[in-house]
């Protein structure tokens, strides 16, 4: 309600005309009306309505790995876990608009190892096209932060190896679970392989959450909330 309330007596188009994020990085994991997880499920109408603003501000969409090199304004559409709905709900809005997206896969969840209903199976993920980028996001979903360096180098290296396999093309981008981070971690990613990790402080990282009103997400993509 507040963030409605400051956007419609002007002070938001003030802020974003002072304060418009360059490269937006926006995170997503489950996108439906129902279902599992909703702590981190984002409605069909909410999603389409934030890819609709950031087509109104003139982002350029690109893939995750493309985000910090890229020319003018331009936004990454990415998704953790590997949902199946990302396939069923996300991808049909985007294949629209012509949107490229990143998918990072947790491999203890892939191909109906965890849920089948739930997660996409691996012949889903392969036969994705060229507009979307495949990346880690560990094997078993541990915070990264609160284990020890081998494992962390075990987490990161067999996720890579496991989806390379599968898909056939070199895993270059990495998505931290939980969002845990650190300096011996990012190290590590860079031995491993990975040229850009969801921690890169080069743009600006947006979460929308299931309870977020559209204006919630506008001062968001401000980093203003």
């Known amino acids: 309600m507040i963030a409605g309330l400051l956007w419609r007596?002007?002070?938001?188009?003030?802020?974003?005309?002072?304060?418009?994020?360059?490269?937006?990085?926006v995170c997503y994991h489950s996108i439906a009306d129902?279902?599992?997880?909703?702590?981190?499920?984002?409605?069909?109408?909410?999603?389409?309505?934030h890819i609709e603003y950031l087509v109104s501000?003139?982002?350029?969409?690109?893939?995750?790995?493309?985000?910090?090199?890229?020319?003018?304004?331009?936004?990454?559409i990415y998704f953790d876990d590997g949902f199946r709905n990302v396939f069923?709900?996300?991808?049909?809005i985007l294949e629209q608009k012509n949107i490229p997206a990143t998918l990072f896969i947790t491999t203890d969840y892939a191909g109906g190892a965890r849920d089948p209903a739930v997660y996409a199976s691996w012949g889903e993920i392969t036969a994705l096209d060229s507009n979307w980028e495949i990346g880690?996001?560990?094997v078993s979903h541990r915070k990264l932060s609160k284990i020890s360096k081998e494992e962390v180098r075990q987490e990161m290296t067999e996720s890579?190896?496991?989806?390379?396999?599968?898909?056939?093309?070199?895993?270059?981008v990495f998505s931290y679970?939980?969002?845990r981070a650190s300096r011996e971690t990012e190290a590590i990613a860079r031995e491993v392989g990975y040229t850009m990790t969801t921690a890169d402080t080069r743009f600006h990282k947006v979460r929308p959450d299931p309870d977020d009103s559209l204006a919630?997400?506008?001062?968001?993509?401000?980093?203003?909330?």
């Not at 069923?88 to 049909?92: G, Q, S, Y």
């Not at 919630?216 to 909330?225: I, N």
Request: a positive charge; hydrophobic letters at 40%; aromatic letters at 10%.
């Open 160 to 172: 890579k190896k496991i989806i390379e396999e599968k898909i056939g093309r070199a895993v270059m």
């Open 88 to 92: 069923t709900n996300a991808k049909p």
């Open 9 to 25: 007596v002007g002070i938001g188009p003030l802020a974003r005309a002072l304060r418009e994020q360059k490269h937006l990085a």
């Open 34 to 49: 129902s279902g599992q997880h909703d702590h981190i499920r984002v409605s069909i109408k909410d999603f389409t309505r």
């Open 57 to 76: 501000r003139g982002y350029r969409f690109v893939r995750f790995s493309e985000l910090a090199g890229a020319q003018g304004r331009a936004a990454a």
């Open 136 to 138: 880690s996001h560990s």
């Open 216 to 225: 919630v997400f506008y001062w968001k993509a401000l980093k203003l909330w």
């Open 177 to 179: 679970p939980h969002g």
